[in-house]
């Protein structure tokens, strides 16, 4: 199982949902879901502003 922590590492590593969505094996809007529930639960937003770390 793959944790939201390990998602939201592994995007800010990458710095793109998709590239961190192929290394995690999960789909691009399931991550971006996941770290806008982050976001939501942490009172932030944390979607990226540049257009590479947008979900496609």
Not at 13 to 36: D, K, N, Y
């Amino acid at each position: 199982m793959v944790t939201a922590m390990r998602i939201a590492i592994e995007v800010a590593r990458h710095g793109s949902f998709t590239a961190a969505s192929r290394e995690l094996r999960l789909s691009a809007p399931s991550v971006s879901r996941i770290m806008a529930e982050l976001g939501r639960f942490g009172g932030a937003s944390l979607q990226p502003d540049h257009p590479s770390t947008q979900p496609n």
